[in-house]
């Protein structure tokens, strides 16, 4: 996914308590810097901000990073020799979606017993499928006595 040019995650969404991959091929990568580091916060107030050396790739520098609970991801870009690539000062900026509870699967007691519930249910509709099937192709041979067992010489 394309944000930003010369930016890339490996994501369509930035969503909380997920790692994403960075990819940049912005400034510092073009001008052939050595090391490149992302300086990254979370919200305006750039909380649990960090810096992480990212790893030179022929795709550009790559860094992996774990996102909280936000609503906005923020960072910038240096290299060793104190270039900055901040998006003119701006830097840069990006939202944090929360997905909609509605659509996500709660784990708890009533859900579990629910899901044991059918998988019994389905076990014994399976059971009870293959001992008709069983009778109904079986009983006329043994009742007619065109039921012949297989030799050992036929195995």
Not at 42 to 52: C, L, M, Q, R, V
Not at 91 to 112: A, K, R, T
């Amino acid at each position: 996914m394309e944000l930003v040019k010369n930016i890339f995650f490996n994501t369509d969404k930035l969503t909380p308590n997920t790692v994403i991959k960075i990819s940049y091929i912005g400034n510092l990568y073009q001008n052939n810097s050595e090391k490149v580091f992302i300086h990254y916060g979370f919200d305006n107030d750039w909380k649990n901000s960090g810096d992480i050396e990212m790893n030179k790739t022929e795709l550009g520098f790559q860094a992996e990073i774990q996102l909280i609970d936000s609503e906005t991801f923020n960072f910038c870009f240096k290299n060793d020799k104190d270039d900055w690539d901040n998006n003119n000062n701006q830097n840069y900026v990006f939202e944090v979606e929360h997905p909609q509870m509605s659509l996500v699967l709660v784990d708890n007691e009533d859900s579990l017993s629910v899901a044991r519930r059918l998988r019994k249910s389905y076990i014994w509709k399976k059971k009870i499928k293959i001992s008709i099937y069983k009778i109904l192709t079986y009983l006329p041979k043994l009742i007619t006595g065109n039921y012949k067992r297989k030799s050992k010489s036929n195995i």
